[in-house]
């Protein structure tokens, strides 16, 4: 008897564990469990985001001008709370385009004032 493959064993796997949801009604929390898993994705992206911040970006933002250090801030704060509303529902059409467009918006703002902190002359 020939060995199954590695592919043809892990969609048998596979098949299994979804008979197994759909047979002892688990969609629930299977949907629960993504989600709790889709946020803690996102808590992590943010913690290390705030870590090369804490490590490279605090110390020369700070020699900033105060009303250039509330726009980068408030671009940033308003691109991670945008992040969590895209993480934690599923858009779908005038939201995603509201979204995109929001995240589209901090991006260039936080990259100008960037940008613009860093022209000697």
């Known amino acids: 008897m020939r060995p199954l493959s590695p592919f043809a064993r892990n969609l048998a796997i596979l098949a299994g564990i979804a008979l197994l949801i759909v047979v002892l009604n688990l969609e629930r929390s299977l949907t629960t469990a993504s989600l709790l ?3 803690a994705f996102y808590l992590a992206i ?3 985001i705030y870590l ?3 490590d490279f970006g605090r110390r020369e933002i700070e020699f900033w001008p105060t009303e250039r250090q509330r726009v980068f ?3 940033a704060g308003l691109l991670a709370v945008d992040a969590g509303w895209w993480v ?3 858009l779908a059409g005038r939201d995603a385009l509201v ?3 929001a995240a589209a918006a901090c991006v260039t703002v936080g990259v100008r004032t960037w940008r613009g902190q860093h022209r000697y002359g």
């Open 73 to 75: 801030y408030a671009a």
């Open 37 to 39: 898993v889709r946020f």
């Open 46 to 48: 943010v913690f290390g």
């Open 88 to 90: 934690t529902t599923s």
């Open 52 to 54: 090369l911040w804490r």
């Open 99 to 101: 979204a995109i467009l």
